[in-house]
């Protein structure tokens, strides 16, 4: 197999101190980005309508009680997103019938674009302890759960559908005393716990058809606890209420709330920690404002599997080759990972667009000052073609980490309990009397 490196790579200090004098780029990043939303907001409120049109338009049609395994999907097309502008949604270009004669890759990549991503924790934030929330993330299918004109919908991260089926959130079910207007839907953003067969809500992204897109986590998790119990839906089953929802506790992420989420019993099995930054708005795609972190004490999952369920040699990674051979990440923008020889491409047979896998091979991933320089990759093959996206690049940053230098638990604990020291200690600045 023939190996390929790639350089000029994005600044990563693998062995930080958690005090170091220079910002990384996940930190640097995560400062624009607070500082795009306070710069401008996009046109939430057609955002979320045009979302829940999409997600239903379906069911309107077919009326199936049942799930549906692969329907056609509805798709509305978004602008270009690039690095200094925020999203905007062009939903003048496609009306629902048309939309819905769209499906495949194109779709799927559409409704997966709708969820915000954590990146993985490759460093620890600034003021972990002052602006973050942490919660255990529960094992499960992620998905949007929509309810409107009487029905409920969720469909799962590749825009198939997971469930039809009645719910005791806002017009969620055909109900006598259902006075909901038409116009009036919810959507909540999940992870579908197989076991007890419970949504836990994790976030709220419209509520009667408030939209919450521009408000702040910390606005949004006041509203979700404050919402939901309201309603009934985290009551028992019922015939008007398939699925039962539960809410995930939130803590501050202080040293009480880390070592609670972390060993604390919970209702469900945990895979790993979520983190808010408390000023976050809900923006869809992949955003270093909540971050995802997870070791074997938290998860079963931590080293990721091959096709067959076991942990390969090897870490493998999942790149998209581009027009001019280029692979890259699914960030926006991409993280360039190497390069295919052209003759190489037409041999194989490879087209532009697909996700094919690499191993991390001995030369592994290089870093110079903190920076990665190189990355030593050999081409594996294809991807599975049920994938729509490729590896981001914090998660292969997150991958090599925890085969060769992990970020552990006691130095999230060690961040914070640093960071309440400082707080209280006495300034040096000399007040006025």
Request: glycine share 6%; with cysteine.
């Given at each position: 197999m023939k190996k390929?490196?790639?350089k000029?790579m994005?600044?990563h ?5 958690f005090k ?6 996940q930190q ?7 500082l795009?939303?306070?710069q401008?907001?996009?046109?939430a409120?057609n955002?979320?309508?045009f979302?829940?049109?999409s997600?239903l338009a379906?069911?309107?049609?077919s009326?199936?009680p049942?799930?549906?395994?692969e329907p056609?999907i ?8 690039d ?10 270009e ?7 004669k ?7 990549k559409?409704f997966?674009?709708q969820l ?5 924790m490759i460093?620890v ?5 002052q602006?973050?929330?942490v919660?255990s993330r529960p ?16 469909r799962?991260r590749?825009?198939?559908?997971l469930h039809?089926f ?7 079910a055909?109900?006598?005393?259902n006075?909901?207007?038409a116009?009036s ?8 716990h197989?076991?007890d067969?419970t949504y836990y809500v994790i976030d709220?992204?419209c509520?009667r058809?408030y939209?919450l ?8 998790f ?5 919402k939901l119990?309201e309603?009934?839906?985290c009551d028992s089953?019922s015939?008007?209420h398939k ?7 939130v ?6 709330g880390?070592?609670t989420?972390?060993r604390?019993?919970?209702p ?5 920690l979520?983190?808010y930054?408390?000023?976050a708005?809900?923006q869809?795609g ?8 997870k070791?074997?004490?938290?998860s079963?999952?931590?080293?990721d599997?091959d096709s067959?369920?076991?942990i390969?040699?090897q ?10 051979g280029k ?5 926006d923008?991409?993280?360039v ?7 190489f491409?037409?041999k194989?047979g490879?087209?532009s667009?697909?996700?094919?896998r690499f ?8 870093f110079v000052?903190g ?12 991807s599975?073609r049920?994938r ?9 940053i997150?991958?090599?980490?925890v ?7 006691e130095d999230?604990?060690?961040t ?5 020291t400082?707080?209280n ?8 009397g």
């Amino acid at each position: 197999m023939k190996k390929y490196i790639s350089k000029k790579m994005a600044p990563h200090d693998l062995r930080r101190p958690f005090k170091r004098p220079t910002i990384s780029d996940q930190q640097r990043r995560r400062e624009l980005t607070l500082l795009r939303q306070n710069q401008s907001r996009r046109d939430a409120q057609n955002h979320a309508r045009f979302l829940a049109s999409s997600v239903l338009a379906l069911h309107d049609q077919s009326q199936s009680p049942e799930p549906i395994s692969e329907p056609p999907i509805v798709e509305l097309e978004l602008a270009t997103q690039d690095d200094s502008k925020p999203e905007t949604v062009q939903h003048g270009e496609l009306d629902v019938l048309q939309a819905s004669k769209l499906g495949g890759a194109e779709a799927r990549k559409w409704f997966a674009k709708q969820l915000m991503l954590p990146e993985w924790m490759i460093d620890v934030p600034d003021r972990f302890n002052q602006d973050w929330y942490v919660f255990s993330r529960p094992a499960g299918k992620r998905c949007f759960v929509v309810s409107s004109n009487g029905t409920t919908v969720s469909r799962l991260r590749n825009g198939s559908i997971l469930h039809y089926f009645p719910s005791a959130l806002p017009n969620g079910a055909r109900t006598k005393d259902n006075s909901g207007s038409a116009l009036s839907y919810s959507i909540l953003d999940c992870i579908f716990h197989e076991s007890d067969q419970t949504y836990y809500v994790i976030d709220m992204v419209c509520w009667r058809g408030y939209t919450l897109y521009d408000c702040t986590a910390e606005f949004r998790f006041f509203w979700l606890n404050s919402k939901l119990a309201e309603t009934g839906a985290c009551d028992s089953p019922s015939h008007y209420h398939k699925y039962r929802f539960s809410l995930v506790p939130v803590y501050n992420c202080e040293e009480t709330g880390l070592l609670t989420v972390y060993r604390g019993a919970t209702p469900y099995v945990k895979d790993g920690l979520l983190f808010y930054n408390k000023h976050a708005h809900y923006q869809t795609g992949n955003t270093p404002l909540t971050l995802a972190w997870k070791d074997e004490n938290c998860s079963q999952y931590v080293i990721d599997t091959d096709s067959n369920g076991q942990i390969p040699s090897q870490q493998q990674v999942v790149l998209e080759l581009q027009d001019d051979g280029k692979l890259i990440t699914s960030d926006d923008p991409p993280v360039v990972f190497g390069c295919l020889d052209s003759d190489f491409i037409v041999k194989s047979g490879l087209r532009s667009g697909n996700l094919l896998r690499f191993a991390v091979s001995d030369g592994g991933l290089s870093f110079v000052d903190g920076k990665l320089e190189k990355a030593d990759i050999q081409y594996l093959g294809k991807s599975n073609r049920a994938r729509a996206f490729a590896d981001s690049y914090s998660k292969v940053i997150f991958q090599y980490m925890v085969r060769h230098s992990p970020l552990r638990f006691e130095d999230l604990l060690a961040t914070v309990s640093s960071s309440t020291t400082e707080a209280n200690e006495p300034s040096d600045v000399d007040m006025p009397g």
